[in-house]
């Protein structure tokens, strides 16, 4: 009997900069926007996961799963760029792990 494939899970942690945000509901209009983006384009699972009262920086946890590691490694990576090319942000960190 063959043994199946197993799953690769990345999660990439990411923390950026919103510099045209003045208040609470201007971030959380581009983190509410890009979480569901991310759902629908790139079908990662998301959360908002720090900086939560600051309105000006944002912490995002981003997860794939695939049965390729090279394909959860560019899912993320391609998350994160357009991020960054749609949304007027500066990443300042992306920390990616796989397992």
Do not use: H, W
């Not at 199946?4 to 509410?32: E, N, Y």
């Not at 569901?36 to 981003?62: H, I, M, N, P, V």
Request: proline share 2%.
């Amino acid at each position: 009997m063959r043994t199946p494939d197993r799953a690769t899970v990345a999660v990439a942690r990411v923390d950026f900069r919103i510099p045209l945000s003045r208040g609470l509901k201007d971030k959380r209009s581009v983190v509410k926007s890009f979480l569901q983006k991310a759902r629908d384009r790139f079908g990662l699972a998301t959360c908002e996961s720090g900086y939560l009262d600051d309105c000006g920086l944002a912490s995002l946890t981003l997860v794939a799963v695939s049965g390729q590691e090279q394909r959860v490694r560019e899912t993320l990576r391609s998350a994160v760029a357009f991020l960054e090319e749609n949304y007027g942000v500066e990443v300042f960190q992306a920390v990616e792990e796989v397992f």
